[in-house]
């Protein structure tokens, strides 16, 4: 968990303590507190003592949102809503988590299929094929490849595996992060 340097030194100044006074009334070390104004990492038992200190809830000391469910649903919403485009770029968490969500919806299907016949299968399968291949475009072009790589996965059982490492590789260096999906 990362602590809001900025909060944590806008609470301090805000009641006039100094480093030494918010280490002495959390119980926590004079170095961590410095540690912790200038952005390191914070344990939850810090987290805690200093949000008790400052009678403010623990998450509103943390940057960005402490709950990792909330990226990994916007990224399966964002890639089903961008599903059809093929512009752009998609960094590579974003397109995992949308690869999971194609991964459970072919197994949803697959449940299906087995009660009764291969129809829904089949549906899902043609329904995600078009979302798949502009994804991977995105996150090639994101990679810094060419997206006529995703043709390497028409050979057989190795091109699947070609595709699928060069799906993990960084987002090119020299280029800003893709704020898309």
Not at 36 to 48: D, N, V
Not at 93 to 120: K, R
């Amino acid at each position: 968990m990362h602590i809001d340097s900025a909060r944590l030194r806008e609470l301090r100044t805000a009641r006039q303590w100094s480093q030494e006074q918010l280490a002495s009334l959390s119980g926590l070390n004079l170095r961590t507190i410095q540690r912790l104004e200038s952005g390191a990492k914070i344990s939850t038992e810090s987290l805690r003592a200093l949000a008790a200190v400052f009678e403010v809830p623990a998450e509103s000391l943390l940057v960005g949102d402490p709950t990792p469910s909330q990226p990994a649903l916007r990224a399966m919403r964002e890639g089903v809503l961008r599903g059809l485009e093929f512009t752009g770029t998609t960094r590579r968490a974003d397109f995992w988590w949308f690869a999971l969500a194609v991964a459970m919806v072919l197994a949803f299907a697959e449940l299906l299929a087995e009660v009764t016949g291969p129809l829904p299968l089949q549906i899902a399968s043609l329904a995600v094929l078009l979302p798949w291949i502009a994804a991977c475009t995105r996150r090639l072009r994101d990679a810094g490849l060419n997206p006529w790589w995703q043709l390497i996965s028409l050979a057989p059982v190795g091109g699947i595996l070609v595709l699928l490492y060069l799906l993990t590789y960084p987002t090119k260096a020299g280029e800003p992060a893709a704020a898309e999906v």
